[in-house]
């Protein structure tokens, strides 16, 4: 079994460096969650947090336990993978949803549907 203390510095600074930024972004999209007014505003801050908080912590992942087995661990890339792709998808039909609702309802905040 290996031990943290066999992990070299700059991997050790590099992870801390990766972990801290992905966690700001987290907090910066959260806080954008609380800040914001509107559902379509306040959709839009989370979604760039996590997206770019979690790659960062991915990353992080991928070296740290790179380096600590000497080999490339590649799990975190279908995470990735996965979160790239579906949190925009999620974004979009939760926006499109609202928007639909506010339409229906005659809501003022939103623009009139397109004409054909």
């Given at each position: 079994m290996t031990h943290l203390a066999e992990i070299p510095?700059?991997?050790a600074v590099l992870t801390a460096v990766l972990l801290l930024?992905?966690?700001?972004?987290?907090l910066i999209g959260t806080v954008g969650l609380l800040r914001f007014d509107s559902f379509y505003q306040r959709v839009h801050a989370p979604?760039?947090?996590s997206t770019l908080g979690i790659?960062?912590?991915l990353?992080?992942?991928m070296l740290f336990f790179s380096v600590l087995e000497s080999r490339a661990i590649i799990h975190e890339l279908l995470i990735t993978a996965l979160m790239v792709v579906t949190t925009p998808?999620?974004?979009?039909?939760?926006a499109r949803a609202a928007l639909y609702r506010d339409r229906t309802e005659g809501s003022d905040e939103v623009p009139p549907p397109p004409s054909d």
């Amino acid at each position: 079994m290996t031990h943290l203390a066999e992990i070299p510095a700059w991997a050790a600074v590099l992870t801390a460096v990766l972990l801290l930024t992905g966690a700001v972004l987290t907090l910066i999209g959260t806080v954008g969650l609380l800040r914001f007014d509107s559902f379509y505003q306040r959709v839009h801050a989370p979604t760039l947090g996590s997206t770019l908080g979690i790659g960062c912590i991915l990353l992080a992942s991928m070296l740290f336990f790179s380096v600590l087995e000497s080999r490339a661990i590649i799990h975190e890339l279908l995470i990735t993978a996965l979160m790239v792709v579906t949190t925009p998808i999620t974004l979009m039909l939760l926006a499109r949803a609202a928007l639909y609702r506010d339409r229906t309802e005659g809501s003022d905040e939103v623009p009139p549907p397109p004409s054909d």
